[in-house]
RNA sequence: GGGGGCGUAGCUCAGUUUGGUUAGAGCAUCGGCUUGUCACGCCGGAGGCCGCGGGUUCGAGUCCCGUCGCUCUCGCCA
């Protein structure tokens, strides 16, 4: 580095090379040993640690002794050897030591409120110090991981040809997805920009325009409750569009920056070959009741639905019988399952129950037919099971209600007998979502309006519940990393993919106007997906909370405490505004 | 908006099940001792609205009701 006033050196430079050569270091006092003569002073920069001593003749004893930890020094001194015995194998610098001579003071740290080396500090505290919570290592490799992942995104982007372009912070509201952050518009009175929830219309747009590969590091705004993978306020994709693409090619970018960049940055975890492998949506329901499946468990539910139609017990009779709300009878087998004690089934029933079952039965075959179940079931189910494993839970109900429990039972039961597979990255693509679901009796969309219906204008003519979109996430350990889609550029399917929706043709013009009317002059097929930022970091960085992997999160209020947002304005700001507040 | 967990010293937590002396520990902090430590050590001190409000009781950190805050989760997240 370049010699200035402040230091020559950073602090991992220095080791026995530098014997009896003259440093000038900078940074923080993390650590003071105080031996009455002579005082240990570890001093800390961004690049490591280095042991400092002084002693008790020197000048400047007296204002080390006063000063405060995580005050902000520049020292110069001799770089010595430590004597023999004194060597700390466990630091880079750990074989020498610098001999303090003088000492500047540029800031003094007033009494910290919290130690550095905790590290099960409350997150309040943390986020209302975040300058000093960021300041601890392992903050320190998260921000540093952080912006290593998305340099090496970039770069994979553009050799892969994507050009990156910036799209509007302030937009309007839309009226599908989620709620939208507001603000106010002085120059249009009673008007509201709306931050932008994804780029996605602007990046169609930018199809429309003749790029032929978009992408961006793009913020998005959604005014949503948290969850332990979901930030508050905003966060980051990879947003990315192509003209004239199919599905295939998606995935096979996206597969091969994902394995690009979980190898480079994990290199001793085990990860998924290329090509990741797809699960169609249905299927996913069927064997893991959800769509993000972690599949690191290596066991799912079997369809034993048609082994009861002719021989049922009683206590399934309902669900088989049922003629308007047909149900399903299916088998979770787990290798082991026989050797499970009784408080653990317990524990799983009253999950089951706290997630919505009636209850859940299981059965065991070791050392011998045993369990709830065990008397009731025929013996070809008996059979289909036992083929797979010595014992299984068995869920019956109609498909809507076992979507509620079947993979919280799935994940606990995998908690509970260590069957999470370890060092281990597993991505799959889940594959032909539906493109409309029911919700209180009317279709809606069931992920993105602008998907393309698989089979296009045809298709729109089947019953809703038929209709296919090529639309997909791709899945990591449980994790949705990505939703995409191939769009729907073709304004006649639109309309009438709206129309079964509930919309009529004036309501799409309003609500998408700019979208539609850039539609009429030449839009290309194009389709595209947005890998979340956060949520890739998150499980390379092993957190089990998005907020760790955010420099500045927002806590699940939405408020910034280090900041003090959100906070009122003047009424100066509020008249300027055209806002009056009622604070009824 | 619903449900679970948590809230005690600056920080992390014990004490709450079964109400009963002056509410404890480690770290941080202050004072003293200490020339080879590296989470230094030893001695001493200060530091408490037990989240807040109400109730039960001779007596509440502990029991009851309410409320607030944080967190996980369901709803929600095109």
Redesign the pocket.
């Known amino acids: 580095m370049s010699k200035n006033q402040y230091r020559s050196n950073y602090c991992i430079e220095l080791n026995d090379t530098y014997i009896n050569s003259k440093v000038k270091l900078a940074g923080w006092i993390r650590?003071?040993?105080?031996?009455?003569?002579?005082i240990?002073i570890?001093l800390k920069d961004h690049t490591g640690v280095v042991?400092c001593?002084i002693?008790?003749?020197n000048k400047n004893f007296e204002g080390i002794d006063?000063l405060?930890?995580e005050s902000v020094v520049s020292i110069e001194g001799n770089v010595?050897a430590?004597?023999t015995?004194?060597?700390?194998e466990?630091?880079a610098s750990?074989k020498i030591?610098i001999?303090i001579s003088k000492l500047k003071i540029l800031s003094k740290a007033e009494?910290?409120?919290?130690?550095m080396?905790?590290n099960?500090?409350?997150?309040?505290?943390r986020?209302k110090y975040r300058f000093l919570d960021l300041r601890r290592d392992e903050m320190q490799s998260r921000l540093k991981l952080r912006f290593e992942v998305i340099k090496m995104i970039r770069g994979i982007m553009e050799d892969k040809g994507f050009m990156e372009v910036q799209t509007p912070i302030l937009t309007s509201s839309?009226p599908?997805?989620?709620?939208d952050y507001v603000v106010p518009s002085r120059l249009n009175p009673g008007k509201f920009y709306a931050l932008?929830?994804?780029p996605?219309?602007f990046k169609q747009l930018l199809m429309v325009s003749g790029v032929n590969k978009y992408y961006q590091i793009a913020p998005c705004f959604?005014d949503?409750?948290?969850?332990?993978?979901?930030a508050p306020g905003a966060f980051y994709q990879l947003d990315m569009e192509m003209a004239f693409s199919t599905q295939e090619e998606i995935f096979e970018i996206l597969e091969d920056l994902m394995h690009k960049v979980f190898t480079k940055f994990r290199p001793e975890m085990k990860i998924s070959n290329t090509p990741f492998i797809r699960i169609p949506y249905k299927e996913s329901i069927l064997k893991y009741g959800t769509d993000k499946p972690d599949l690191r468990i290596n066991t799912h539910y079997h369809d034993l639905t048609h082994l009861f139609l002719q021989d049922c017990p009683k206590i399934f009779e309902s669900v088989i019988n049922n003629k308007d709300n047909k149900g399903k009878i299916l088998a979770l087998p787990i290798k082991g399952l026989s050797k499970q004690t009784r408080k653990f089934f317990d524990k799983m029933q009253k999950l089951a129950q706290?997630?919505g079952a009636v209850g859940l039965g299981y059965i065991l075959f070791e050392p011998e037919k045993r369990g709830p179940l065990a008397k009731l079931l025929s013996e070809e189910v008996c059979n289909a099971i036992r083929e797979k494993a010595d014992g299984a839970f068995l869920v019956a109900d109609t498909e809507e209600n076992l979507k509620?429990y079947m993979n919280?039972i799935l994940q606990q039961v995998a908690i509970e007998m260590d069957l999470i597979e370890k060092q281990t990255y597993k991505f799959c693509w889940i594959t032909d979502y539906p493109m409309y679901e029911k919700?209180d009796g009317k279709w809606?969309?069931?992920?993105?309006?602008?998907?393309m219906p698989q089979g296009e204008m045809d298709a729109l003519s089947l019953d809703p519940s038929e209709i296919k979109a090529y639309q997909y996430d791709l899945v990591c350990n449980g994790i949705e990393l990505t939703?995409g889609a191939i769009r729907n550029h073709r304004l006649d399917v639109m309309y009438k993919a709206f129309e079964i929706a509930g919309y009529a043709k004036e309501d799409v013009e309003k609500e998408f106007g700019a979208m539609l009317n850039a539609f009429k002059y030449g839009a290309p097929p194009h389709g595209g997906a947005?890998p979340g930022i956060d949520r890739m970091i998150m499980l390379l960085a092993d957190t089990?909370?998005i907020?760790e992997v955010i420099p500045f999160p927002l806590?699940?209020?939405g408020?910034d405490?280090m900041m003090d947002a959100p906070c009122e304005i003047s009424d100066k700001h509020l008249k300027e505004l055209n806002i009056k507040l009622d604070k009824s």
């Not at 009494?111 to 130690?115: K, Y």
């Open positions: 650590k003071k040993r105080d031996h009455g003569n002579i240990f570890d042991q001593t002693n008790i003749d006063n405060s930890l010595i430590r004597p015995g004194s060597i700390n466990e630091l750990g030591e001999e009494i910290l409120p919290f130690v080396h905790q099960d500090l409350g997150e309040e505290l986020l839309s599908e997805g989620a709620r932008p929830q994804a996605q219309q959604r949503e409750d948290t969850r332990a993978d979901r706290d997630n509620m919280p919700n809606e969309f069931s992920h993105n309006p602008f998907s939703s947005a089990e909370n907020r806590n699940q209020q408020q405490l």
